[in-house]
């Protein structure tokens, strides 16, 4: 079993920052790839930045310079700075993992889902 956990969600005035982390934890043999998802109400589930094992990152156009991923490879955690936030920044934001996981005979390799965290952004 694999299961990522978010933590760092909550209420914030246009402008201010919020840092999202996630831990994946369970029977992984390696991370190819971290990242975030998030989700408004009414609106498709978007990528909004992800990050390889070598820490290749990538943004989409609308959190450019404002949103940086990171991780730490050594504790299975993918983080989310987000600063100058906006109110169409507000959505259920979900961490995903592309985990390759620990069998008997073949290897898998799995893409997983944390419950989300929400994000709200006043204006």
């Known amino acids: 079993q694999v299961q990522l956990v978010e933590s760092g969600g909550g209420l914030v005035q246009s402008g201010g920052s919020l840092r999202l982390s996630c831990a994946a934890s369970g029977n992984i043999f390696s991370i190819k790839t971290m990242g975030w998802y998030r989700q408004a109400p009414g609106r498709q589930r978007e990528m909004v930045a992800t990050?390889?094992?070598?820490?290749?990152?990538h943004y989409v156009d609308s959190v450019k310079g404002r949103f940086t991923i990171s991780r730490d490879s050594a504790k299975n955690t993918v983080y989310l700075r987000m600063n100058s936030l906006k109110p169409e920044d507000t959505a259920v934001y979900y961490c995903?993992?592309?985990?390759?996981?620990?069998?008997?005979?073949?290897?898998?390799?799995?893409?997983?889902w944390g419950q989300g965290t929400q994000v709200t952004v006043s204006s």
């Open positions: 995903t993992a592309r985990i390759e996981v620990l069998a008997p005979d073949i290897p898998m390799t799995s893409d997983y």
């Open positions: 990050i390889t094992s070598d820490e290749t990152s």
